[in-house]
Nanobody
Framework: VQLQASGGGLVQAGGSLRLSCAAS??????IGWFRQAPGKAREFVAN????????SYADSVKGRFTISRDNAKNTVYLQMNSLKPDDTAVYYC????????????WGQGTLVTVSS
């Protein structure tokens, strides 16, 4: 099982980035994005159910971030618009297998830095 996150970088406040999470090795019920800022706990950002495309977001990113998936590419995207310095963090994608109650697979992080 592999989750490959990519797309991080440095962007000015108000800018946009798109993160990608390529999944391989098995099928998943849910893929989510989490982030961890320096000195802070990891927090949920967004997730998407693979079969229905139903999604949910943290309040802090609602209206600015959009999660989507491409079945053919087994890839989940996180489009991040109107970025703020507070969005600076290492972003991780994670997957939950069909019978799991928690996210049981994690990818490596990708760093997003938003300058003011």
């Amino acid at each position: 099982v592999q989750l490959q996150a990519s797309g991080g970088g440095l962007v000015q406040a108000g800018g946009s980035l798109r993160l990608s999470c390529a999944a391989s090795g098995r099928t998943f019920s849910t893929i989510g994005w989490f982030r961890q800022a320096p000195g802070k706990a990891r927090e949920f950002v967004a997730n998407i159910y693979w079969s229905s495309s139903s999604s949910s977001y943290a309040d802090s990113v609602k209206g600015r971030f959009t999660i989507s998936r491409d079945n053919a590419k087994n890839t989940v995207y996180l489009q991040m618009n109107s970025l703020k310095p507070d969005d600076t963090a290492v972003y991780y994608c994670a997957a939950r297998s069909t019978l799991a109650t928690e996210y049981n697979y994690w990818g490596q992080g990708t760093l997003v830095t938003v300058s003011s």
